[in-house]
């Protein structure tokens, strides 16, 4: 007798699968006799090559409606690559779903490598993870309860809805990740750092947050309660976003680099207040008084203006940010350390203006004229030129290397002092006898390139590649090298008088203190 198996080849509670960590694959559902089905799948690992092997567990589940599941025998284990195999002779057309589990409950896991493994809805509870290294890790809905996370890397991790009760933290680094919904209650955060970090709708009733870094955290919704603790900066932050402070008196009070997204400010007395970085995305600052306050680099976006007292210069940042200047003439100008990301300067004047430290990210700068502008330091990622844009030679080869791409470039001799260069990719390139001083250029690429008599002193290069770089006689003279990698770099003649050494691999491979 024949019948139909209709086949489901999706798997349940899992995420989309990174290269080399796959909890997502295909199962196969085949006839084998008149009233028997083999449904097959593969065994793959949750992590990637390299990292610690985590075989998961299969449970094979039926349903005739696919809206109530029954297991088909007991979980199956496996090695890696092997196909399992489960028979199935109840005669009745079902659907089929192979559901992947990784319990390692209690498991011994101090400082191993778990980096983008796919681990959701994973059982850790209680388990030691001391030092461990758990980056742009999926832990979405994962168990991590009463386990040791101290010391621990979990930097771009998706922890949403998971279990972090109890959790021993100290120290773990959790910037970037989104921790939407996690349960954190009672858990031990001190001096943790939560850089970034999307705390929406998380749980920290009686957790200890006491030193944690929280600059920039998304508190919008978070839950706290009266055995919460946390600095006095942050907990002002939290107040605001969640309880509103309209025509509250916050008068010097330090708000900097803080996310006060949707912030209830109206009528609020910020005099002499420190917002420097901060996010005013969607803040009511109707009827606010921030006369004196620093509001250097403030996202502005949506923030509702109406009656608010401060200086002409932030309030002409807010209209370009929210209405765009095209075509205007703001020459002389005074726009310096603003945010300015993705503003429509199309064909704008900015003729002598200060731009000092600007940015102006994503910008489009099409048409516009920077003749005689003040270009240090001016951020210019992902911003638009064309040959209409009048700026300056080394503002534009600053733009070229940013956007174009700078390997492989022959820039010897080249000007490039007081420059944004952050993050640049300069492999393989020339830059003997380069002016590069004062720069910002942290997280820049150097690997392989020449900078022979080149001159860096006093720049930012914290987390830059200077690997296999020729650095003679070079000068690096007060230059800030913390993370950097030197590592094979021949540096003879080179000068490091007053350059900060942190945590930097030096050319022999050792790292400095």
């Known amino acids: 007798m024949n019948f139909r198996v209709p086949i489901l080849t999706s798997i349940a509670i899992l995420l989309a699968a ?16 008149p009233r028997s089905v083999v449904v097959s799948w593969p065994v793959q690992s949750a992590t990637p090559v390299g990292d610690l092997l985590v075989l998961p567990q299969f449970q094979v589940q039926r349903s005739a409606d696919l809206k109530s599941w029954t297991p088909l025998g007991a979980p199956l284990s496996g090695a890696l690559h092997q196909t399992l195999t489960l028979a199935d002779s109840s005669g009745v057309a079902s659907f089929y779903k192979v559901q992947s589990i990784i319990s390692l409950a209690y498991a011994a896991l101090d400082n191993v490598t778990l980096s983008s493994g796919q681990l959701a809805a994973a059982d850790f509870f209680g388990a030691e993870l001391f030092g ?30 998971a279990s972090l009760f109890d959790v021993e ?23 943790a750092s939560f850089f970034g970090v999307v705390l929406s709708n998380a749980n920290f009733g009686s957790a200890d947050l006491t030193g944690a870094d929280l600059d920039f955290a998304v508190f919008n919704g978070m839950k706290l309660d009266s055995n919460t603790l946390m600095d006095p900066k942050p907990t002002l932050i939290w107040q605001i976003v969640n ?39 969607n803040a009511d600052i109707r009827n606010a ?10 996202n502005f976006q949506g923030t509702l203006v109406g009656d608010t007292v401060m200086d002409i210069e932030w309030l002409l940042v807010w209209y370009i940010l929210n209405h765009g200047a095209p075509g205007d003439n703001l020459k002389g100008t005074n726009l310096s350390f603003a945010y300015l ?27 516009a004229n920077f003749l005689g502008a003040n270009m240090n330091y001016v951020e210019l990622p992902g911003s638009l030129l064309n040959g209409s ?35 640049a990719s300069l492999r ?39 690997v296999d770089a020729n650095l003679t006689s070079a000068n690096f003279s007060n230059t800030d090298l913390t993370d950097a990698d030197l590592l094979g770099a021949t540096t003879n003649g080179a000068n490091f008088s007053g350059a900060i050494f942190s945590n930097t691999i030096l050319p022999d491979g050792s790292v400095s203190p």
Not at 169 to 191: E, I, K, P, R, Y
Request: hydrophobic share 40%; proline share 0%.
């Open 169 to 191: 933290a100290s120290g773990a680094v959790f910037d970037g990740s989104v921790m939407t919904g996690v349960n954190a209650s009672f858990g031990d955060f001190q001096l």
């Open 18 to 33: 990174t290269a080399g960590a796959q909890r997502n694959f295909d199962i196969s559902v085949k006839a084998n006799g």
């Open 243 to 281: 309880l509103g402070a309209p025509g509250a008196n916050l008068d010097g009070q330090d708000l900097s680099s803080a996310a006060l997204l949707g912030a209830n400010l109206n009528g609020a007395k910020l005099t002499n207040a420190n917002l420097n970085s901060s996010e005013l995305i």
């Open 389 to 423: 844009t009048v700026i300056d030679s080394k503002s534009l080869l600053v733009w070229d290397i940013l956007n174009e791409g700078g390997d492989g470039v022959n820039i010897a001799g080249a000007n490039l002092s007081q420059v944004y260069l952050a993050g």
């Open 341 to 367: 990301e993705n503003a429509n300067l199309h064909g704008t004047m900015l003729n002598n203006a200060n731009l000092d430290g600007t940015d102006l990210s994503g910008a489009d700068l099409r048409g």
């Open 132 to 161: 461990a290294t758990l980056n742009q890790a999926a832990l979405n809905g994962a168990n991590l309860g009463a386990a040791d996370l101290r010391n621990a890397s979990l930097i771009s991790a998706n922890l949403t809805d």
């Open 428 to 466: 393989e390139s020339n830059l003997s006898n380069a002016v590069c001083t004062v720069s910002v250029m942290s997280d820049a690429d150097f690997t392989d390139s020449n900078l022979r008599l080149s001159n860096f002193s006093g720049s930012e290069l914290e987390g830059a590649l200077l």
């Open 289 to 298: 008084n921030l006369t004196g306050a620093n509001l250097e680099y403030v």
